[in-house]
């Protein structure tokens, strides 16, 4: 699996560190891999669905725990959806991570024709909720984008409910299905691969989340390697529709193999 | 469709008054109107999903807005809930409103081996709904059992998320099918005719829910007829699977049309 390999994309929580209210630590052996990686002239992209921060708080913590990362090596989920916002004339209701809020900085958000769910966390108020959904229930047709689908994430104090549950709460109330923005959409991994400017069939996914990782890149035409850190819990490997090209204990173990392949 | 009717179903939000932090508000001509089925010597079950407070003190506030209404007259989710709790042996983490806790005084919750959702108001707080995901997911085989799968409802202070949007989040999270007690399940009309002695083809079913209300008594062999009160709403006349024998503007159009008939 390991093969004529040029490009690698790299999950950030669970693979590079676990998150959690104090910060997070990192992974052992984790960033030593990134230096590997990029010391081996491998083209690098991190592959990031967490919306709790902007790129430049993000990067600046995962640089505090030691991660050689820099924001222009980044693929999230807000920029992406401003994207979608200026093109299509949205006016977004946002019900987001307050440290987010600055990545909508440019966006007309008066009088809006469409809600901009994240991973809000504390912000998932019973008032958030209800408001979001009247915004929505208030248009002629719904629009609900949606900054990833994840169903749960581990942080350091355990695990917490993603963006994608609140997605669902929303999109039963309304009766619309959201549109995805991040992982595992198609077009958040072509973005990512366009960047590094390698083709599907020589880039490798490595993630901890066996739906949006590793599921996703594989429907992209990647390989996808899922690390038994983070999230992964041992019934993964019984996935009935997802099967990664290779299991590995940890980013470290990943790296090992794909450089001696080189 | 207002022929050989010998019993009636009463939803109550939305139909007899429409609910409120402040009590909330008898909808015009209600109560005269449950006075005349009483008189009429028609049967009569109120059949509600509320699940913020226990029956009896539900009971009191109707009263207290001029309702002839009496506990024994109530079918809700919480005493039906609490028969599967029982005859299952499942001892039940709550998430629910800290009104309806007392229904469940009798049922052991030690060590919980399930979870019970109900319309938890200002308790969908994001700290309980990760601390019930993780009661879930910690299972080997989560049991969810809703108290309703309502979608949203009308407040005197504008539309609220109902029980089931909260449902949705935890069966995508946990993967899992919640097991419905209340409207529209089949059981809960049943057992609501078989309290008033009454069989389907002979009764109607008055409600504000084109879905919960009407779909389920259709569901259950009943006549089922939308009020244009509470959370009515005039693209529910276009629903693209639920159609009601008739539409009334409310309750007491409706029990005048059935009365004339008798």
Redesign the interface.
């Known amino acids: 699996w390991a093969r004529a390999v040029r490009g690698l994309l790299l999950d950030v929580s669970g693979v590079l560190y676990d998150s959690g209210g104090d910060g997070g630590v990192p992974i052992a052996g984790s960033a030593e891999a990134v230096r590997r990686i990029k010391a081996s002239g491998l083209k690098l992209r991190f592959c990031t669905n967490e919306t709790q921060a902007t790129r430049e708080k993000f990067v600046k913590k995962l640089q505090g725990l030691g991660f050689d990362i820099s924001v222009g090596e980044v693929t999230a989920p807000a920029p992406a959806a401003c994207r979608i916002l200026k093109e299509r004339g949205l006016r977004p209701h946002l019900l987001v991570h307050n440290d987010l809020v600055p990545e909508f900085a440019e966006i007309d958000k008066t009088n809006p024709n469409c809600v901009v769910i994240g991973d809000a ?2 912000n ?3 008032a958030n ?2 408001e979001a ?2 915004v929505l ?1 208030g248009m002629e047709k719904p629009v609900l984008i949606s900054l990833g689908k994840g ?2 994430y581990k942080e350091t104090d ?5 963006v ?3 997605m ?8 619309v299905q959201a549109e995805v923005v991040g992982k595992p959409a198609k077009t958040f991994f072509e973005s990512a691969l366009a960047e590094m400017g390698v083709p599907p069939e020589q880039a490798i996914m490595i993630g901890d989340d066996i739906v949006s990782d590793v599921g996703g890149a594989q429907q992209c035409g990647m390989r996808a390697v899922q690390v038994r850190t983070g999230k992964y819990r041992p019934c993964d490997e019984n996935h009935p529709h997802v099967k990664p090209d290779a299991y590995v204990d940890n980013l470290a173990e990943a790296v090992d193999i794909i450089l001696q392949q080189l």
Chains 1, 2 share one sequence.
Do not use: M, V
Request: net charge neutral; hydrophobic share 40%; aromatic share 22%.
């Open positions: 966390a504390e998932f108020t019973y909720l209800n959904f009247r229930i169903r749960y355990g695990l917490k409910l993603d994608g549950a609140y669902k709460a929303l999109e039963y109330a309304c009766d």
